[in-house]
């Protein structure tokens, strides 16, 4: 398995030279030195020019993609009136109002993959903080699970795959990397001009 994945590895090597690609002439290039027999995943990296220290500079939010990803997310939305109608007619998995918000905050029940809010909600699904947190699963209007237009939401939540970044930084970032092992984070995503510099991480990731 080792040798036929270096094999492949060093295929797609050969594919590509070491500079710059426009992204049509990259998407092309990637589809041509697809060797797995699983669907494979790509990188993009964004230079965002951003500063995740400050709350208003923190990225995150839903990208839509143009052939969804294979799979269907379990929407719950918690709203009121007619809103929950149009939440299970627009596909969503569970739906409801107070009561829907007691058997999380009781249950600790978390049996969907995202929770959509009205905001007249809103303020009782803030005692469902301690339960959603941790799981990343609190209705937020920046990640569009705190919605009016419910149907849409909902739809969006399926179409959707969430983004966004947690750690940002340049060299320090590294050397944090290096010195202390630190690895709090499910990918890295570098910049063509960081390359030489996360090259020395090798040991660590």
């Given at each position: 398995m080792a040798k036929r994945s270096s094999k492949n590895i060093a295929k797609a090597r050969a594919l590509v030279?070491?500079?710059?690609?426009?992204?049509?002439?990259?998407?092309?290039l990637l589809q041509k030195a697809k060797y797995a027999k699983f669907d494979e995943t790509v990188d993009?990296?964004?230079?965002?020019?951003?500063?995740?220290?400050?709350?208003?500079?923190?990225v995150r939010?839903?990208?839509?993609?143009?052939?969804?990803?294979?799979?269907?997310?379990?929407?719950?939305?918690?709203a009121s009136g007619d809103k929950i109608k149009d939440a299970e007619a627009a596909g969503a998995e569970f739906f409801g109002g107070e009561e829907l918000v007691e058997k999380i905050q009781k249950e600790n029940?978390?049996?969907?993959?995202?929770?959509?809010?009205?905001?007249?909600?809103?303020?009782?699904?803030?005692?469902?903080?301690?339960?959603?947190?941790?799981?990343g699963l609190m209705p937020n209007p920046k990640?569009?699970?705190?919605a009016t237009d419910v149907a849409a939401a909902v739809k969006e939540i399926k179409a959707?795959?969430?983004a966004g970044a947690e750690f940002f930084g340049g060299e320090e970032l590294v050397e944090k990397i290096q010195k202390e092992g630190w690895t709090a984070f499910d990918a890295l995503i570098a910049t063509p001009d960081m390359m030489k510099s996360v090259g020395r991480l090798g040991k660590v990731l």
């Open positions: 030279e070491p500079r710059p690609y426009a992204l049509s002439d990259a998407v092309p993009l990296t964004l230079r965002l020019g951003v500063d995740p220290r400050h709350a208003d500079q923190m939010g839903t990208v839509v993609l143009p052939h969804g990803l294979g799979k269907t997310k379990i929407v719950a939305v918690i029940w978390t049996a969907f993959d995202a929770l959509i809010s009205t905001p007249d909600m809103m303020k009782s699904v803030g005692r469902l903080g301690k339960v959603l947190g941790p799981k990640t569009g699970t705190v959707a795959e969430e």
